[in-house]
């Protein structure tokens, strides 16, 4: 069974860098097939979709997102990351990690959440 | 890029049906099979119950199914249970390795 799990600091301070790592435990992110998402959630509203990453490296970025994000894999440790440059309170939301196959989510991580404040 | 656009609630009765309504564009929804729909209880994880349109995974009830006409994407959620409660949002893909997302309704079994 794919299992995902998120870990990272819960608070950062404006201007800086949101750091978080998935974790994936049952499947290999090497083995291709799926494609390495991150996704936020507003407090009380929809998702965004923030980007993916496939096994190769290749990354595909939110246009909205694109210029403050980095997504990239670290195979050793089957893990793969989300990096957010100069965040705002507007990037206060839960982030889940998720696996994109033919273009759905077919598994997700449970959230974390980050708050931006000083 | 807009979001696709969901009623923010829907209602029903135990028993009764509802149908939840996700509307795109020729460029997403209208122009693809890969709608996918997702149930999202409070403070957890979104699950896939729908994907291509109308397809099942494996463990998720034959209550729900889903549809497709035109630029908008339908769930309907059959014999409502206590348990159905929750959010969903769909998600559709939209070309050149781009996914968008809908913005979620809230269900309530009365």
Same mark, same amino acid.
């Given at each position: 069974q794919v299992q995902l799990q998120e870990s990272g600091p819960g608070l950062v301070t404006p201007s800086q860098t949101l750091s978080l790592t998935c974790t994936v435990s049952g *499947? +290999?992110?090497? +083995?291709?097939g799926y494609y390495w998402s991150w996704i936020r959630q507003h407090p009380g509203r929809g998702l965004d979709w923030i980007g993916y990453i496939y096994y190769s490296g290749s990354a595909y970025y939110n246009p909205s997102l694109k210029s403050r994000i980095t997504i990239s894999l670290e195979t050793s440790k089957n893990q793969f990351s989300l990096r957010v440059s +100069?965040? &705002?309170? *507007?990037? &206060?939301a839960v982030y889940f990690c998720a696996g994109v196959r033919n273009w759905r989510f077919d598994y997700w991580g449970q959230g974390a959440l980050v708050t931006v404040s000083s | 890029q807009s979001a696709l656009t969901q009623p923010p609630s829907a209602s029903g009765s135990p028993g009764q049906s509802v149908t939840i309504s996700c509307t795109g564009t020729s460029g997403d929804v209208g122009g693809y099979k890969y709608v996918s729909w997702y149930q999202q209880h409070l403070g957890k994880a979104p699950k896939l119950m729908i994907y291509e349109v109308n397809k099942r995974p494996s =463990?998720?009830?034959?209550?729900f199914s889903g549809s497709k006409s035109g630029n908008t994407a339908s769930l309907t959620v059959s =014999?409502?249970?206590?348990?159905?409660e929750a959010d969903y949002f769909c998600v559709s893909y939209a070309g050149i390795n781009d996914l968008i997302f809908g913005g979620g309704t809230k269900l309530t079994v009365l």
């Open positions: *499947a +290999s992110i090497n +083995s291709g +100069s965040v &705002t309170a *507007a990037d &206060t | =463990g998720v009830p034959d209550r =014999g409502l249970q206590a348990e159905d």
